[in-house]
């Protein structure tokens, strides 16, 4: 009997989904479909593979902290991935960074990322109480990383800046896609390994001490789990460059549609919701309206009133 309710958000999800990547890659299309497709389809991946990244790592902090309002982005990932961007830029020079190759930039910066957030999540996942603590030092220090971003960015020469600049800001209409394949199998990684580990998040969504109560080391998951989410949000932050809202965004309206807490259902909803709403609203932008502007400043302005209408509300958990 619960089959159809379930079924039914991701059939439809899955079409609009469908729809939308037919119409990036083929409206207004003229000359050589080779050549169109080949690079029409290349930014297309990109586009879904951060849009899966986002997606999933949202839910999925979303779940660990027990709280629909935050976010990686919000709680600060983003902003350590850009400091230790920064922090490479200032310490290699621009030419010494840019020796490195991106891919190389990527792992560093990745590894960097992930025994940062694995560091944190350590000291303070070790007392019932912690969680709250970490949502509140979470918030504490990306305002940290993101003042110390700054400070740096005052400090280095103005030509390396530029560096750094192009990285500060989310352009959808200017994926990386020299990383693509990379950031495509990682994330591939990423979300078979917390696909397999869904029933334990249904079971971590009840709470620490209930998920403890029905036999699962909660802690040691949530420390797994996070730390997947630190990937994840390196790889969106890679392509395309920090997005605060539009996970939150993605995450309402999985919740909504969704009509079940099951991460089953739930993690793929959320990834078709978001590359239907990316892919989307690329299209509309590049190929109707023919604009210019980033469509990142609407997706997240639609985000930042998600997150006023949460608030106001009370619909945190």
Request: include cysteine; charge should be positive.
């Amino acid at each position: 009997m619960r089959g159809p309710p379930v079924a039914k958000p991701l059939v439809l999800a899955g079409l609009a989904c469908a729809l939308a990547c037919g119409l990036f890659l083929t409206l207004g299309a003229r000359g050589d479909w080779g050549f169109v497709l080949a690079f029409r389809g290349q930014k297309l991946a990109a586009l879904l593979v951060v849009a899966t990244s986002v997606a999933w790592s949202t839910i999925v902090f979303q779940t660990v902290t027990g709280n629909r309002i935050l976010t990686p982005s919000i709680m600060g990932f983003d902003a350590l991935y850009l400091l230790i961007q920064t922090a490479l830029v200032f310490t290699l020079g621009g030419v010494g960074f840019a020796a490195l190759g991106q891919r190389l930039q990527f792992g560093i910066e990745t590894a960097l990322m992930l025994g940062a957030a694995l560091a944190l999540f350590a000291a303070l996942l070790r007392r019932s109480d912690d969680l709250g603590r970490l949502v509140l030092t979470g918030i504490v220090f990306g305002i940290l990383f993101r003042s110390l971003s700054s400070l740096l960015n005052r400090l280095i020469d103005p030509s390396e800046f530029a560096v750094v600049q192009a990285a500060s800001f989310a352009r959808f209409n200017a994926v990386n896609t020299d990383l693509l394949w990379i950031a495509a199998a990682t994330t591939t990684v990423c979300v078979a390994l917390l696909a397999r580990r869904s029933a334990r998040l249904d079971v971590i969504a009840l709470g620490r001490e209930t998920a403890i109560g029905l036999g699962v080391d909660h802690d040691r998951e949530a420390r797994r789990a996070m730390a997947l989410v630190a990937v994840l949000v390196s790889v969106s932050t890679a392509l395309v460059g920090p997005v605060v809202f539009f996970g939150l965004l993605v995450s309402a309206l999985a919740h909504a549609a969704a009509g079940t807490w099951r991460h089953a259902v739930l993690l793929p909803l959320a990834a078709l919701i978001s590359a239907t709403v990316l892919v989307g609203s690329q299209t509309i932008f590049e190929r109707v309206l023919a604009l210019e502007t980033s469509v990142a400043v609407v997706i997240e302005g639609l985000g930042g009133l998600v997150f006023l209408a949460l608030v106001l509300k009370g619909a945190a958990r």
